[in-house]
């Protein structure tokens, strides 16, 4: 379970106000389909991403993208227990999705780098240390009921 | 052995060409020092830093931060041969620092993170990242090289 301090929570609910799931989900999941190729094996049925202006082109990854991204927000409001509110959500990135959860750590990385390009200096390192907690957190949850 | 096509070369070039050695090696450093907090055992000898109030007013984490980056734009400047170039700091971090490797590529991380809130979403775009991504990962590596 994490512990997030009342500052912290404050922290990320206030950063998260400002952050925009449809742009900036679409930009995390183009980063993590272009620098890290294997992850487009899970996307097969998105069409063409062979290159990065067919990953920018394909609308697949942008409403892709804003699906996970909102999911990542939806945690911020439980963080009393995002193990628990994932669980769902692990069984299927396990049972039908197959996805190896090493995954979610390069996603988290690359929706940190991403917020950090949308936010500049407003990505403070205090942001910047919450934030990694979260996303830390939800790569966990989501590998919890692996099996 | 690493190459380099002419794209990434051009890239690191120009985004080198604007980093702010002192500034950004600063910020770089106390990122990794404030979100991996285990890492400040390496620099019990630089004093306060208990908070990042006490990071961000250390003398020695500015110092350190701007010799790091200075030593990554050496690397860039014999990027034909970075493992070489660096086979003597591998040897120091190994032999007397006793850094565990990993910790490279938590401040490669904190680079590129330093880099893209610099340069912003339209510049630093996902061909930009992995090229950074990659230098930070052959500048990992080649550090790692001569540890026993």
Same mark, same amino acid.
């Given at each position: ?23 900036? =989900? ?38 892709? =993208? ?6 990542? =927000? ?9 193990? =628990? ?63 | ?148």
């Amino acid at each position: 379970m994490v512990n997030l301090e009342a500052a912290e929570k404050q922290t990320i609910t206030s950063f998260w106000a400002s952050v925009d799931p449809a742009a900036q =989900g679409e930009n995390a999941l183009q980063r993590l389909l272009y620098c890290y190729p294997w992850s487009r094996r899970y996307f097969a049925k998105f069409g063409d991403l062979s290159t990065i202006s067919a990953i920018r082109k394909n609308s697949h990854v942008r409403a892709h =993208g804003h699906k996970v991204l909102s999911a990542v =927000g939806d945690c911020i409001g439980h963080l009393g227990d995002i193990k =628990g509110h994932l669980a769902q959500l692990s069984k299927l990135h396990c049972e039908t999705l197959h996805v190896d959860p090493a995954n979610f750590c390069l996603l988290g990385k690359n929706i940190t780098i991403c917020m950090a390009s949308h936010f500049g200096v407003t990505f403070t390192p205090e942001v910047q240390a919450t934030f990694e907690k979260l996303v830390t957190t939800v790569a966990a949850a989501l590998s919890s009921e692996y099996h | 052995m690493v190459l380099w096509d002419a794209a990434e070369k051009k890239v690191i070039a120009s985004v080198w060409a604007k980093v702010d050695i002192e500034a950004d090696g600063f910020q770089a450093l106390l990122r990794t020092l404030h979100v991996y907090p285990w890492t400040k055992r390496y620099f019990s000898h630089f004093g306060a830093m208990s908070t990042l109030k006490d990071i961000e007013s250390n003398p020695k984490v500015r110092a350190h931060g701007r010799k790091v980056m200075a030593a990554v734009g050496d690397a860039i400047s014999h990027m034909d041969n970075i493992k070489g170039h660096l086979s003597q700091l591998s040897q120091l971090h190994s032999d007397k620092l006793h850094v565990d490797p990993a910790n490279f590529e938590l401040l490669g991380n904190n680079i590129v993170i330093v880099l893209a809130a610099k340069f912003g979403a339209d510049a630093f775009t996902p061909e930009v990242q992995a090229t950074f991504q990659k230098l930070v990962a052959v500048i990992s590596s080649a550090l790692t090289r001569e540890y026993h």
